[in-house]
């Protein structure tokens, strides 16, 4: 099976309490690093990277204790490579904000994609037991295909199923609920899964390819002759059916 994609959330600026020591950052040094924080996730957004990271260098040199911009500036080293820093910044962050949901929720998701399941798994529960945090159904999903990954089936059922209780329309928790129900042998729960997953309008390769899997299991050769047929389609340089069935 395809690897799983965690969620990264860029997080919520300007909201009172973002960090657990206000006193340290307070008067024109934070408003520095809120201004500057905000620039930068603004350049981010536009793709224009360089421009992002000096203003969020320049935000965390105005406070060093202002964890929203040690989180967007680990997301931004995440994504043009630089994994190190990035590492150094998700530490920072958890460091000065150890509560906040969406710290504690990036930094697992970053752990999780490193390969540290177990210790990534510690920060999604911070995450979902911060009582301010806006989606806990995101780091429970992070936390089940987390678990999932580690080939913990029964746990990753638990997170999934809890994030669901949030958000049941919540592909991220759906696509990996029915790859957790498929590997369990529960192809009707599978399946099931995978078409709420569908009804949203997000099929992909992996997604496409779990479905003809499905399928074959069910025996239903018409439904699998679908999903291959739309595999061949849009994916044309690589017959993953053809792969999807020799490793059943």
Do not use: W
């Amino acid at each position: 099976m395809k690897k799983l994609t965690l969620v990264t959330a860029l997080i919520l600026l300007f909201l009172g309490g973002c960090t657990s020591v206000p006193e340290k950052g307070e008067g024109s040094a934070r408003k520095a690093a809120e201004t500057n924080t905000a620039l930068g996730r603004n350049y981010m957004d536009r793709g224009q990277y360089e421009i992002a990271l000096e203003k969020l260098k320049r935000a965390v040199a105005s406070d060093r204790t202002y964890a929203p911009a040690h989180t967007l500036l680990a997301i931004l080293y995440e994504t043009i490579g630089e994994i190190e820093d990035a590492g150094t910044e998700y530490r920072l962050a958890v460091r000065y904000d150890p509560e906040d949901g969406d710290v504690n929720n990036n930094y697992g998701a970053f752990l999780c994609g490193r390969g540290k399941f177990a210790e990534a798994e510690k920060y999604f529960v911070t995450a979902v037991d911060d009582p301010f945090y806006q989606t806990p159904a995101i780091a429970l999903a992070n936390a089940g295909s987390c678990a999932l990954q580690r080939g913990d089936l029964d746990n990753a059922e638990i997170f999934l199923r809890q994030s669901l209780e949030y958000d049941q329309k919540l592909g991220s928790a759906l696509l990996p609920m029915a790859e957790v129900s498929y590997r369990k042998g529960a192809y009707l729960r599978a399946r099931a899964f995978l078409q709420r997953y569908e009804a949203l309008g997000t099929m992909d390769e992996s997604s496409l390819t779990l479905g003809y899997q499905i399928e074959n299991r069910l025996g239903d050769e018409k439904a699998a002759n679908r999903y291959r047929q739309e595999l061949q389609e849009r994916y044309p340089d690589a017959d993953r059916a053809g792969r999807a069935a020799r490793q059943e």
